[in-house]
């Protein structure tokens, strides 16, 4: 019925399962995707977006890897919008609404079409290990599927539980099965399990809101797209957001459904993410503020579903209705289905290599939110590094890891398997040392050549990111070499209230103001000519801006990294004994022991390290 | 690189001396030392008790190297924490060389700079800023220095820093907060709460540089310029002062044959005093850049002493002399214009040979003349008062910190520096998350001095300070 030995086997086809897949089959791995229901493929499970603040950089990291996320973002896209676009360009995130059935559509459509990609739909209830080295996986009908490495991208399906008010019931997702048995089975292999839990808030129908009363939110004039491919297009139509508030009244309903609530009489125990909170949450924790907003999004071009982003609640399901039909528009408001709380098995990513292979066993890997993440763009972009990284090891090629100042995605992996998390890990532009290099506009300059190198990245997109920087390196060399009249950019200057220029002078000093911009620099003939001639896209626009006008920043964030990659550097031995180091506090040598940093950097960065413990190891190293 | 070897240095100053310590270090130090040591006890090494003293000699095979005190440290309660035998030996140079050899023959290797200390810190005995205080300690030659080294020991201006530290990281996570959440509805850093932050940390980062010039002279001695002709009694002057303290501290031989610099210890502050030959003698000499040598010395000090003899502008009749009076007035004149800001001390040598009128007249002219003499060591309390006030060691006695390392004054510079460019860039708008690089570039700075930032660099720095022995 299968194959004799499959190279990889991804278990679970959500937004890690699915990269995982796809990254692991483009690199010519002969791989299964099992999942408990078809169907669902790269399913939203949450809200009806991609993108965002640090995430939208994530994804098109992802996309400058060769990953699908960004593609079918970009044709299941129904607004698009670049965020903080005010700010400086670390900041710039681009974000998309998507339809949530043509997301999932386009998924199962791309992943059909790769080759070396086998799917089989059943729930996996065990691993097959021998001397610590994974051989296969069990279903639940008893079939034993063979392979070299296996991918768990379970979500929330590991014992999932699904609390409504003081109800609650098993399952993974609204309306399917939790998965069972693969908790024990790691537990009696010596994995540390813990709980985690997460929510969602309730569907609306739009014939039933009145959006005359909510204030509209519309995508961007000039809408932007994540792929760097020239695959995709950008939007021509879109379909807006709304936005309405809580208030007093909607409050005190609520809290009439605190004592009925899982999260305040004590059947949910575990952690949820404290950067998504709940509305009971929110109302409990900032008592005093009087209202908070929400985002109604729909759900598609072609449904009049809606989802209530800042709603998210597991509340009683009549508790719910009487307190949203307080809200603006919601008067008469219709549910497709109440919010839920849901509580899950993951495992601490501490236990976890740089690869996301697990330390205990060999050939094992972990992706999602079985590692405490939450997000669709942090589990892809797991999924994507453990495709890889699988693929490699049954290549037996060296493996494949980002640095913290090189993506998002090292940050994002390097602080999961470094410091482990006690709440559902969501990335932050904060997170990264180095933002100003991580933006939404160089991925493809930092990733695509190295994605190329290990045979995931096509040669097109090669050739993509190549003619592009050769065409933003002579354009930003244009502006360093080109002068301009005072006749020519006074009227130019006087228009933005920028001081006047008294003498000719380079086109860059002026371009490097702060309110100048490139539509200002393109009034100037010589500009827009070139502009015309070389055909230069967006992309290599956007790009020349940056490099003009943060070129101090960037250069001063490029030394600051330099210092960091110096401690990168300092290799510690695999099978290090620190109980010799005397000097080093108990407690950090209890840490570097358990998660055996590969450099004394990353030592630095597990909790209960102090930098007295780090520089008694840098001595040991020899420094 | 887990250290195993045992290491051997001289842990007094080299050179001749009464005595001299050798000091051995390592897991071997007790076991390679037995066989050439001779108890008069008939004790060995091998059976001494932890911390005690033993008299014996040291000895080549059949040769006695010399007679010696051995003290023996066990197990880890010693300076390094490892095994450490102390040889007190005579402090000839000869006897140092032959016993440290004769050890290294054994199996011992000569310790690097700062070593032993390296090993104690290795060993947990101290942390870094600990290694760091106990470097200046050992450089530190008078009781101020010492004071300085000490405060930064117990911690001093770190504490300040470390909560400024905090109180601007919390800032900078604030604003953190308000980047990754612009969408949603939260509570915003208070950019003038903010702004009165910055100037508080610019108040007191540039309060910290200036001290660093305090710290420094402190650290190194006041240099104080000796203004006068040969025989005006110099030397006797140094020397009263010198019998006052008995507190010599180095003698060493400037670039000029007439140039000596003494270092004097006065109230615990240490003084450097240039002698420069007198103007008047260097303008009458055919090289004119006589004059400037002399300028270019006093240039190096921060206060000037004029000594003045006193007798020669009066005659055998105690009448003053005028012409000889005015060259002297001309050349106090000469002096306090090129160097109107320096603390000038103006000093009427020999005036045991002038009488009261004699005095009058003088006083007449230089209402802050101090009539001394150096031979008969009067006027020496007075100098001494005078050369105190003018330091600025109001700070060291309120407790005030002062910065005398030099690895932390340039991170105080730059953090300053970075803390200027948030002003900057507040003033001017500029937005959170480009202000965010340059305060996160401050607290790197911060972290430098406070130690809670880790920078490979500094280790060796530190340890590279120390000289053999240490």
Partial sequence: MFKDTYDVIVVGAGHAGSEAAAAAANMGSSTLLVTMNLQNIAQMSCNPAMGGIAKGQILREIDALGGYSGLVSDTSAIQFKMLNKSKGPAMWSPRVQSDRMLFSQHWRERLEQTENLDFYQEMVSGLIVLNNQVTGVK???????????????????????????????????????????????????????????????????????????MEEQTGDQQPWKFSYSNETKSLKEQRSCWMSYTSQDVHNILKEGFDRSPMFNGSIKSTGPRYCPSIEDKIHR????????????????????????????????????????????????????????????????????????????EGLYFAGQINGTTGYEEAASQGLMAGINAALKVKEKEEFTLS????????????????????????????????????????????????????????????????????????????????????????ILEEKNSSK??????????????????????????????????????????????????????????????????LE?????????????????????????????????????????????????LVHMGR | MIHTDTIVALATASGSGAIAI?????????????????????????????????????????????????????????????????????????????????????????????????RAFLNGKMDLSQAEAVADLISSDNSASHQLAMQQMRGGFTSQLKELRQELLDFASLMELELDFSEEDVEFANRDQFQALVLKIQKVLSRLIDSFAVGNVIKNGIPVAIVGEPNVGKSTLLNALLNEERAIVSEIAGTTR???????????????????AGIRETQDTIEGLGIQRTFEKIKQSQVIVKLIDTPKVFDQNHDLIPEEWQRVKEDIQQLREAFPERPFLLLANKADLLTDANKEILRADFKDLLFISAKAKTGIEAIQEQLLSYVDAGALRNNDSIVTNSRHYNALLLALEEINKVQEGLNQGLTTDLLAIDIRQALYHFGEITGEVTNDELLGNIFANFCIGK
């Fill in chain 1, 139 to 213: 279903t639940s009908l008893g079939l034993e599927i063979k392979a070299k490495t296996v991918i768990l991208t379970n979500g929330t399906f590991l014992n999932g539980l699904i609390h409504i008010g003081d109800k609650n019931f098993g399952g993974g997702r609204a309306g399917e099965r939790a998965s069972f048995g693969i908790t024990k089975e790691l537990e009696d292999m010596g994995f540390e399990a813990g709980r985690m839990k997460t929510g969602t808030p309730p569907r609306v129908d739009g014939r039933s809101l009145d959006f005359t009363k």
């Fill in chain 1, 286 to 361: 900032f008592a005093d503020k009087d209202r908070h907003q929400m985002f109604v999004e729909p759900e598609g071009w072609n449904t009049v579903e809606y989802y209530v982003n800042g709603f998210s609640t597991s509340l009683p399901e009549d508790i719910q209705f009487k307190a949203l039909q307080q809200c603006a528009g919601f008067e008469n408001v219709k549910f497709f289905r109440p919010g839920y709380a849901i509580e899950y098995d993951y495992f601490p990513p501490t236990q976890l290599k740089h690869t996301l292979e697990t330390k205990l066993v």
């Fill in chain 1, 404 to 491: 913290r100042s090189e993506a998002y995605i090292g940050v994002l992996i390097d602080d999961l398997i470094t410091k482990g998390t006690e709440e559902p890990y969501r990335m932050f532009t904060s997170r990264a040392e180095y933002r100003t290099l991580l933006r939404q506009d160089n991925a493809d300059f930092r990733l695509t050549a190295k994605s190329f190198d290990i045979g995931l990245a096509s040669s097109e997109r090669m050739k993509l990111m190549e003619d592009k920087k050769e065409k933003s390196d002579a354009f930003v060399d244009f502006f360093k070499n080109q002068s301009v009249t005072t006749d020519e950019i006074n009227p």
């Fill in chain 1, 501 to 566: 220029v008294d003498q000719q002078g380079k086109l860059f000093k002026i371009f490097a103001r702060p309110n100048i911009t490139m539509q200002d620099m393109r009034k100037l003939k010589s500009v827009e000519n070139f502009v015309k001639e070389h055909d230069l896209d967006n992309e290599v626009l956007e790009q020349v801006e940056v490099q003009v006008k943060y070129a101090g920043y960037i250069e001063k964030e490029k030394l600051n990294a330099d210092k960091l990659n110096r």
């Fill in chain 1, 569 to 617: 550097n300092v290799k510690i031995p695999e099978h290090f004994d620190y109980s010799l180091l005397k000097s080093m506090s108990f407690e950090a040598r209890e840490k570097l022991t358990k998660i055996k940093p590969r450099t004394v950097s990353q030592a630095s960065r597990v909790s209960g390290v102090n930098p007295s413990d780090v520089s008694v190891l």
């Fill in chain 2, 22 to 118: 050798i000091r051995i270090s390592g897991a071997q130090a007790l076991e390679l030392c037995t066989p050439l040591f001779y108890a008069k006890s008939g004790v060995s090494i091998l059976d001494q008790k932890s911390h005690s003293l033993q008299l014996g000699t040291i000895r080549n095979g059949e040769r006695i190297l010399d007679e010696v005190l051995v003290s023996v440290f066990r197990g880890q309660r010693s300076y390094t924490g490892e095994p450490t035998v102390e040889i007190s030996c005579h402090g000839s140079s000869f006897i140092q060389k032959e016993i440290i050899q004769l050890l290294i023959s054994k199996g011992c290797r000569a310790a690097q700079p700062g070593e032993f200390t390296l």
């Fill in chain 2, 258 to 276: 007439d140039t000596i610099e003494d270092e004097i210890s006065i109230g615990g502050i240490g003084f450097r005093f240039i002698d420069t």
